[in-house]
T-cell receptor
Framework: DGGITQSPKYLFRKEGQNVTLSCEQN?????MYWYRQDPGQGLRLIYY???????QKGDIAEGYSVSREKKESFPLTVTSAQKNPTAFYLC??????????FGQGTRLTVV | AQRVTQPEKLLSVFKGAPVELKCNYS??????LFWYVQYSRQRLQLLLR??SRESIKGFTADLNKGETSFHLKKPFAQEEDSAMYYC???????????FGTGTRLKVLA
C-alpha cells in the first residue's frame, strides 16, 4: 500500500527537550517537505529536500533540524531552541512540479 | 518574493449557491498552481491543478496571469464541500511549494 506515513500521531514533550518526528514514504518521490500548520496561518514551510543528503531551509527553519540519509525518510527534530513548538506538523512528498502527497500529521504539544 | 494570498479566512454559503474562493499570487515567471482540500479528519489532498484544466467535484479554477489570480469556483455548493481549502504555488524547475493561509468553506443547509 503506497503512501506517506507520519509517526507518532500525538507527541508530548517537556520544555527544554528535543523531539524527533518521523516521516516515511514508499512512493519513490525525490522531494520531501515539512510544514507547520497553525490556525489562521495556513501551511508554513520548515524544510524541504529535493534529493538524498541535501535539504534547504524554508520560511520558518529556526529551531528545527532535518536529515535526509535515505530517499524514503525525512525526520524532523524540534529542538529546545524552537520557542513555540506546539503545533500540527505535516510531512509531504512529491516529484518535481507534481501533486504533493501528505501524511496524516503529528500533533506536538509541549507540557 | 513568492507569495500566495487567500484573503478570506472563512466563507459561508447556502447549499445550492455559487462559491468562489479567492487566490492571488506573486511570482516572477510562470508558476504551477494548485488547489488542495482538507476535509474534517482527513489528510490534505490535491483538488485540482491549473495545468490539467479539469473539473473535480464540480470545482474549476482558471489561471489569470494578468490579475495573478487562480480563484476556485463551483456553481452550486453542496454540504459535503465544507472543508479547508488551500491554494498553492510551485516554482518550475524546483520542488518548492508555497501555500496560502487557507479558506474554510462552510456550506449551510
Amino acid at each position: 500500500d503506497g503512501g506517506i506515513t507520519q509517526s507518532p500521531k500525538y507527541l508530548f514533550r517537556k520544555e527544554g527537550q528535543n523531539v524527533t518526528l518521523s516521516c516515511e514514504q514508499n512512493l519513490n518521490h525525490d522531494a520531501m517537505y515539512w510544514y507547520r500548520q497553525d490556525p489562521g496561518q495556513g501551511l508554513r514551510l520548515i524544510y524541504y529536500s529535493q534529493i538524498v543528503n541535501d535539504f534547504q531551509k524554508g520560511d520558518i527553519a529556526e529551531g528545527y533540524s532535518v536529515s535526509r540519509e535515505k530517499k524514503e525518510s525525512f525526520p524532523l527534530t524540534v529542538t529546545s531552541a524552537q520557542k513555540n513548538p506546539t503545533a500540527f506538523y505535516l510531512c509531504a512528498s512529491s516529484r518535481e512540479n507534481t501533486e504533493a502527497f501528505f501524511g496524516q500529521g503529528t500533533r506536538l504539544t509541549v507540557v | 518574493a513568492q507569495r500566495v494570498t487567500q484573503p478570506e479566512k472563512l466563507l459561508s454559503v447556502f447549499k445550492g449557491a455559487p462559491v468562489e474562493l479567492k487566490c492571488n499570487y506573486s511570482y516572477s515567471g510562470s508558476p504551477e498552481l494548485f488547489w488542495y482540500v482538507q476535509y474534517s479528519r482527513q489528510r490534505l489532498q490535491l483538488l485540482l491543478r491549473h495545468i490539467s484544466r479539469e473539473s473535480i467535484k464540480g470545482f474549476t479554477a482558471d489561471l489569470n496571469k494578468g490579475e495573478t489570480s487562480f480563484h476556485l469556483k463551483k456553481p452550486f455548493a453542496q454540504e459535503e464541500d465544507s472543508a479547508m481549502y488551500y491554494c498553492a504555488l510551485s516554482s518550475p524547475g524546483t520542488y518548492k511549494y508555497i501555500f496560502g493561509t487557507g479558506t474554510r468553506l462552510k456550506v449551510l443547509a
